[in-house]
């Protein structure tokens, strides 16, 4: 089936919603990017054991998020072959870096703040609950996608119902559920991320720089995709306006104490 048929079918909206979902996984990456790049320059380099270990644990996450896809009967082949490539490149650098780690890890806060009278511990806390807003949002998406692939806010987008949806092409679903695997799955990574860098380092320039691209880039494509496409349910929409908002508010309150 070739897009431009797709895109003939009640306004292009099923076009516009695959769109959505690739853009917003795009976003993710990045910020996933720019975040494992500062791990390395900084944490990683300095032998900071919880650094290693935070790139570990979101890996694995990353990597085995790919396993959704199987939930719903399709495996793209080149999506695949990405994968397995990377992998061992992966591995090697972990492997490679470990020997880095060289201050012990501990389960203690990196920057627990001295007290919560002042804007900087309220805005660690926003963080906070910004990068756990993140694990819980992409969660969620993974449960939903191996189960009903939609909300009942996507379908009413769309315009179609499950039923109409597979009956236009039977693969048409697989691939959607295939987009939206890959961005639950990034979410989930990237709010283990923030939580662990949050919680683990200590405040500094260059990690709220890292931290707001991150974050910036992130909502910019989540968010601003559904304007120009006009996926605008309120519903849909909150919960990325309230991580916005927490991101939006830490980066505020905590930038007076990086040095």
């Not at 397995?84 to 060289?102: D, K, N, Q, S």
């Not at 500094?204 to 691209?213: E, G, K, P, T």
């Amino acid at each position: 089936m070739q897009p431009i048929t797709l895109c003939g079918l009640n306004h292009c909206r099923i076009v516009h919603f695959m769109i959505h979902d690739r853009a917003s996984f795009g976003g993710v990456l990045i910020a996933i990017a720019a975040l494992y790049t500062w791990i390395a320059l900084f944490p990683l380099r300095e032998g900071e054991s919880w650094a290693w270990w935070t790139l570990v644990l979101t890996n694995v996450t990353g990597f085995v998020s790919f396993l959704a896809y199987l939930g719903y009967g399709y495996l793209d082949g080149w999506h695949a072959w990405a994968t397995a490539m990377l992998l061992p490149v992966v591995v090697a650098g972990l492997w490679r870096t470990r020997r880095l780690c060289v201050h012990p890890m501990t389960c203690r806060p990196g920057r627990w703040p001295a007290s919560w009278h002042t804007a900087a511990s309220w805005g660690w806390l926003l963080w906070l609950a910004w990068g756990g807003g993140m694990v819980a949002a992409g969660a969620t998406i993974l449960i939903i996608v191996m189960t009903a692939v939609f909300v009942p806010s996507d379908l009413d987008f769309i315009g179609y119902s499950l039923a109409q949806l597979n009956a236009i092409n039977p693969r048409l679903v697989p691939l959607i559920a295939h987009d939206r695997a890959g961005f639950g799955g990034g979410v989930l990574t990237t709010g283990l991320l923030i939580l662990c860098i949050v919680w683990k380092a200590p405040p500094s320039r260059h990690l709220w720089q890292a931290a707001v691209v991150a974050g910036a880039i992130g909502f910019i494509c989540a968010i601003g995709v559904h304007y120009p496409i006009g996926y605008l349910d309120a519903g849909h929409l909150a919960p990325a306006w309230a991580g916005a908002l927490s991101f939006g508010l830490g980066a505020c309150l905590s930038r007076s104490k990086m040095k």
